[in-house]
C-alpha cells in the first residue's frame, strides 16, 4: 500500500512537472492588423466581426487607428466585444504620431489576452527618429509563460512617397535596445525582399513570410483577390522558433468584395512562435 501510494505520488508530482513545461513551451501567437480608418468608420456589426475574426490570438496589434477621437472610442469597442467572447482582454492606444498632416497622424494600439500575456512597465512612441518618421513606431513589452519580447508596430508612409526613407531607421533599433527581443511588425508598404531590409537581415533578422501578398485588390481577378506584399513580422531567429506564419483571409466571409473592403483593404497576419 505505501508502494502504491509513493508511485501515485511520483506519477502526479511528473504529470505536474510536464504540465509546466509544456504550458512553459507552448507558443505566444500575435495578429497584426491594419484596419482602414478604424474609428473613421465600423459599425458594431463590423466590430463584432473584426473581434470574432482575432479572438483567436494571444497579441493584437493594430495599425491605422484614426488620430481623432473616434480612434480611442473604436479600440474601446472592441476591446470589449473580444471581452464578450470568453476571455479578459487589456488593452493600450498610443497618443497621435507626429505627422504634420491630419492625413499622416495616425494612433496604434496593442490588445492582449490576459491570461496568457501580461505587459511589462508601459508602451511608448519611438521618438529618435520622429521628425523623419511621419508615423514613428509604437512598442510594448510583453511577458509571455516568463519570457520578454518587444512588439514594435509600425504603420509607413504610401509606396508613393518611398517608404523606404523611413524604414532605412529601423537599422539603429536594436543597438538602442540591446536588451530588448525585438519583433517589427506592420505594414511596411515595401515586400520584405527590398533592400532597406538588408541592414537587419545582416544583424540576424528574418521576416516570418515570404511572397506573401497581404493588401486586397480593389476588385477579385479569377478568384485572386491579394494586391501587394506589405505586411509581415521581423524577428531574429536565434532568440524566436517560427512555429507558423501566415494571413488570415477574412474576405472569403464575404459573398460581397466591396463589403469585405469595408472591414479593411488589408488582411490580418500572424506570427506564432516560442521564445529559445
Not at 10 to 16: D, E, F, K, R, V
Not at 48 to 72: L, S
Not at 249 to 262: C, G, H, I, N, W
Request: include cysteine; hydrophobic fraction near 40%.
Amino acid at each position: 500500500m505505501k508502494l502504491f501510494f509513493t508511485l501515485s505520488a511520483i506519477l502526479i508530482l511528473y504529470s505536474n512537472c510536464t504540465s509546466f513545461k509544456a504550458l512553459k513551451q507552448s507558443p505566444v501567437s500575435i495578429v497584426s492588423w491594419n484596419i482602414k480608418d478604424l474609428g473613421k468608420s465600423k459599425n458594431d456589426v463590423e466590430i463584432d466581426f473584426i473581434a470574432n475574426t482575432v479572438k483567436g490570438f494571444d497579441v493584437i496589434a493594430i495599425q491605422e487607428v484614426v488620430a481623432g477621437i473616434g480612434g480611442p472610442q473604436a479600440v474601446a469597442r472592441l476591446h470589449d466585444a473580444l471581452n464578450r467572447k470568453g476571455s479578459k482582454w487589456d488593452y493600450v492606444i498610443s497618443e497621435p504620431t507626429s505627422g504634420d498632416s491630419p492625413n499622416s497622424s495616425e494612433r496604434y494600439a496593442f490588445i492582449w489576452n490576459t491570461s496568457k500575456i501580461f505587459k511589462v512597465g508601459d508602451a511608448w512612441l519611438e521618438k529618435q527618429y520622429h521628425q523623419e518618421i511621419d508615423r514613428e513606431p509604437y512598442l510594448i513589452t510583453l511577458s509571455a509563460r516568463g519570457k520578454n519580447f518587444t512588439l514594435v508596430s509600425f504603420h509607413a508612409i504610401t509606396q508613393s512617397k518611398n517608404p523606404e526613407s523611413e524604414i532605412k531607421y529601423f537599422r539603429f533599433m536594436p543597438g538602442f535596445y540591446k536588451d530588448l527581443n525585438l519583433v517589427f511588425t506592420g505594414d511596411f508598404n515595401l515586400s520584405q525582399s527590398h533592400s532597406v531590409f538588408s541592414p537587419l537581415r545582416e544583424i540576424g533578422y528574418h521576416s516570418s513570410m515570404i511572397n506573401q501578398k497581404t493588401s486586397l485588390r480593389q476588385t477579385c481577378i479569377n478568384n485572386d483577390c491579394l494586391a501587394s506584399e506589405y505586411d509581415n513580422f521581423f524577428f531574429v531567429k536565434s532568440r524566436f522558433k517560427n512555429i507558423k506564419a501566415g494571413i488570415v483571409p477574412f474576405y472569403e466571409s464575404f459573398t460581397d468584395f466591396k463589403e469585405a473592403r469595408l472591414i479593411s483593404d488589408h488582411v490580418p497576419i500572424f506570427f506564432r512562435f516560442s521564445l529559445n
